[in-house]
């Protein structure tokens, strides 16, 4: 059973920054895709980023393109969001989220998939 935490969420300023955290557990493979989605109040979840171990590949959204990066600490099978350049937009609850099983991130381009194990999310409100 794939087990994820999140942790790093919190009030920032516009313009400013924070990293988000997912701590995973319960892989039985080091080949797997990772990744973060977030769900603002009345909308739709929608995909964010994701980064795969297998060949290092990543996926960003165009919203966050230029702004967040994501990467992974393999050693402790966690995967960090730098979120840079905050809008009030960004405001949302983030979620990482995984497959197990599936090693890419090639799902992400598809606005409508959504990985079979989640975190319970972290918020993330952006406001001066």
């Known amino acids: 059973q794939v087990h994820l935490v999140e942790s790093g969420g919190g009030l920032v300023q516009p313009g400013g920054s924070l990293r988000l955290s997912c701590a995973a557990s319960g892989f039985t493979s080091d080949e797997y895709a990772i990744g973060w989605f977030r769900q603002a109040p009345g909308k739709e979840r929608e995909g964010v980023s994701c980064?795969?171990?297998?060949?290092?590949?990543?996926f960003y959204a165009d919203f966050v393109k230029g702004r967040f990066t994501i990467s992974v600490d393999k050693a402790k099978t966690t995967v960090y969001l730098q979120m840079n350049s905050l809008e009030p937009e960004d405001t949302a609850v983030y979620y990482c989220?995984?497959?197990?099983?599936?090693?890419?991130?090639?799902?992400?381009?598809?606005?409508?998939?959504?990985?079979?194990?989640w975190g319970q999310g972290t918020q993330v409100t952006v406001s001066s």
């Open positions: 980064i795969s171990t297998w060949g290092g590949r990543t």
């Open positions: 989220a995984t497959d197990a099983v599936l090693r890419t991130c090639n799902p992400y381009s598809n606005s409508n998939y959504r990985p079979d194990y």
